[in-house]
């Protein structure tokens, strides 16, 4: 299995599905499995970096929590985590009663699911959009009925940005115009930086049929926090995010961090 793409058809890999399977999640297609046990088997620990981003994710809303965050606006939310707890709602109501968090994905093949699960709750909403249509996100009457954008917000965009192939800065930017003061902004975004050459073309080909992929430099990465300033430990790899435990790097840096609008 040296080639990626051998016995491989990558025309309809779902992200949320292969991020869903690399988690320990079961909704996912064949196709998202096989594409997973492709490309790890030529770039061994490269699906541990989506172990790290969920872990990150955790490590994140705790940390919102403990600094009175109540609302979350999760933008690119995948499917719902496979693992009881491990959903942004669970973590953020374990600190507070009243948490409320608005997921937003625009996979068709989440939608079923998230619906069941994240759908018009007292304290849960799922919003089908793409996050690139903020005016729609922000409007939306899930959005509306959850988030009071007069009290600080957390907006998650953790591994959906490098999918924002374009003027990702500029979607970050629309989302942190409307949120006051106080609000805390999340970033996850894998990182061209000391990657090989081959591995960036051989994650640019995997994602092409699902729109492309934008793997930006750390300068790049860090321009998207709209100049707030960061939180300590910085724009860090993401398993080096306040960790619990050590965890090894894989061959690939997944870039971390988050930032409180002053």
Known sequence: ??????????????????????????????????????????????????????????????FLAERGIRQILDLGAGKPKPVAGGNVHEILGSHAGDAR???????????????????????????????????????????????????????????VLHYVVGDAAGVVTRYADAVPAGSFLAVSHMASDGAPAELLADLEAVYAPAGGVAIRSRDEIAGMFCGWPLEDPGLVEVREWRPVAPMELGPHLLLGGVARKP
Request: hydrophobic letters at 40%; a negative charge.
């Open 1 to 62: 299995m040296d080639d990626p793409q051998r016995d491989v058809d990558p025309t309809h890999i779902s992200l949320a599905g292969a991020y869903n399977y690399t988690t320990g999640g079961d909704d996912n297609t064949l196709t998202d499995r096989e594409i997973v046990h492709a490309y790890e088997a030529k770039w061994p620990g490269l699906a541990s970096n989506a172990v790290a981003n969920a872990q990150f994710l955790e490590r994140v809303v705790g």
């Open 101 to 159: 968090v608005v997921y937003v994905e625009k996979d068709p093949t989440a939608h079923s699911h998230a619906r069941a699960m994240w759908g018009s709750g007292q304290r849960t909403g799922y919003v089908e959009a793409d996050v690139r249509d903020v005016d729609q996100v922000l409007a939306a009457a899930e959005t509306r009925r959850l988030i009071d954008f007069d009290e600080p917000v957390g907006i998650l965009m953790l591994a």
